[in-house]
């Protein structure tokens, strides 16, 4: 029998990369689920003849094509039902937002194998689930998996950024840029919530939480490095230094994380001739706050469930044009403060901050904190 695998989140940039690398590779799709986007859901199922599918809400749920209603499965709950119902061991959780905890959670209950693109899932849940076992979608985690197989003990985990769609963008200018402003990123093809994060620097943020959680350090930084060339470093105690460095191209982490083995091309080689070009720069606090949070969440991370939170409230605003681009920070850090004591003791307790934080998003967002 040949590789199965689930994939939550089928519709979105890492969830269509997955399947694309399934294809290629022969590897069967058991599950698939979505939020809204049912027609390209319904082009799935035609090409990739999945036994169960799981959609937002009921309503949804009638447009689904082809598989009869028991294979369907319906909103947070029913994700969790069919992860339950598959025989596959290997589930990709790319779904957005605090939304992927749940799943993350419960595909290792169920022992299965989870190949991680929700960010959020080690940010707010981290010390609950079992990093030895996770397999990072991440173009930067991802290159600091293969540089730490040097037996050499390191002394810092280093990753990059790009700045995001307004590196450039003077920051008198950021009280005024629009949505469609900040979903103009220069290097990736990714999904509206995590373009807006790189605008930010939540997204490196997170990052770095996701990185402690993986690698079990706290001596982790980030750099910017605009051509999105050099993905990760990292610094061993003996003086030496070294890099990742491959295109901006998802499908490489995706690949080692879907495949057992990884033996032939997957992404065009990186142009070495061009990282002449290749500069690091500091990431200005003054510019992008939010990272500002760093060493505190370092210290203290729990605060991570706080941050999220804050973050999703305020992204979301953002994106439906009811706050402005820098509301996001001011309520993220806002938040950070007023909570900055926060300890949680059990999975449950995640759940319940988790709601609080937001409320005091909703109420902050309209009002001076």
Request: hydrophobic share 45%.
């Amino acid at each position: 029998m040949g590789a199965f695998v689930v994939i939550l989140g089928s519709t979105g940039s890492i969830g269509t990369n997955t399947l694309e690398i399934c294809s290629r590779h022969g590897v069967s799709v058991e599950a698939l689920s979505c939020a809204k986007n049912i027609a390209l859901l319904n082009e799935q199922i035609a090409k990739f003849r999945p036994k169960f599918v799981c959609v937002a809400d009921e309503s949804l749920a009638s447009e689904v094509k082809i598989l009869k209603k028991s294979q369907i499965f319906v909103g947070a709950g029913g994700l969790l039902e069919m992860l339950e119902a598959c025989h596959s061991q290997k589930v990709v959780n790319a779904l957005v937002g605090f939304a992927g905890l749940a799943p993350s959670l419960k595909t290792q209950e169920l022992g299965k194998s989870l190949a991680l693109a929700n960010k959020e899932s080690l940010v707010a849940g981290g010390k609950f689930l079992d990093t030895a076992k996770i397999l990072p979608i991440d173009s930067e985690h991802f290159g600091l998996k293969f540089l730490l197989q040097n037996r050499t003990a390191p002394s810092r985990l280093i990753i990059t950024a790009s700045g995001g769609a307004f590196y450039r963008t003077p920051m008198k200018n950021l009280a005024k840029v629009t949505p469609s402003d900040a979903l103009k990123h220069p290097n990736w093809s990714m999904g509206a919530k995590i373009t807006i994060d790189s605008a930010t620097m939540a997204n490196k943020l997170f990052e770095v939480m996701e990185a402690f959680w993986l690698y079990g350090t706290s001596r982790i930084d980030a750099l910017i490095e605009p051509t999105s060339m050099v993905h990760a470093l990292v610094e061993f105690m003996d003086g030496s230094c070294t890099a990742h460095i491959s295109r901006a191209d998802m499908k490489l982490a995706i690949a080692h994380a879907v495949l057992e083995n990884v033996s032939e091309n997957v992404v065009a080689h990186a142009d070495l001739l061009a990282l002449k070009d290749i500069k690091f720069h500091k990431i200005n606090l003054k510019k992008y706050p939010i990272f500002s949070l760093k060493e505190q969440v370092l210290e203290r991370a729990d605060l991570g469930v706080v941050i999220n939170a804050a973050n999703e409230v305020g992204v979301f605003a953002f994106l439906k044009g009811e706050c402005r681009f820098l509301d996001i920070s001011r309520i993220v850090l806002a938040a950070a403060k007023r909570f900055a004591d926060v300890k949680i003791e059990t999975k449950d307790e995640i759940f319940a901050i988790d709601a609080e934080v937001r409320k005091f998003a909703k109420r902050g967002l309209n009002a001076k904190i």
